[in-house]
């Protein structure tokens, strides 16, 4: 079973930066393509980034320019690089993980491992 960990949230003021972790446990197929997930409270959970090994990636909209993913496939590990960071983008951080797809998006429901989450908070 594939285990992931995220790692580097914290509080920041707007227009600050932050790097976010996820280590996955093994070297799997399970991590073949990695996203981030966050979740406000009382909102829908919603794709941040997704990156496939290999590096091709997608992001939302409303992060495009100021988020950067990638991933050490030798460390197994995925990074979160956000700038320019904004009060809407307090949320919870989660990352996820599923084996190879030729349908790479960011529906929650197409990823199948999932860490416990880290917590970013964004003053104004």
């Known amino acids: 079973w594939l285990e992931l960990v995220e790692s580097g949230g914290g509080s920041v003021q707007a227009g600050g930066s932050l790097t976010l972790s996820c280590q996955a446990s093994?070297?799997?197929?399970?991590?073949?393509?990695m996203a981030w997930f966050r979740q406000a409270p009382g909102k829908v959970r919603e794709g941040v980034a997704v990156i496939e090994r290999g590096g091709r990636t997608i992001y939302a909209d409303n992060v495009k320019g100021r988020f950067t993913i990638s991933k050490d496939d030798v460390k197994e590990t995925m990074y979160l690089v956000m700038d320019n960071l904004k009060s809407e983008d307090t949320a919870m951080y989660y990352c996820?993980?599923?084996?190879?797809?030729?349908?790479?998006?960011?529906?929650?429901?197409?990823?199948?491992?999932w860490g416990q989450g880290t917590q970013v908070t964004v003053s104004s």
């Open positions: 093994q070297s799997s197929s399970s991590s073949y393509v």
């Open positions: 996820a993980s599923r084996g190879p797809t030729t349908t790479m998006n960011l529906d929650a429901l197409n990823f199948h491992f």
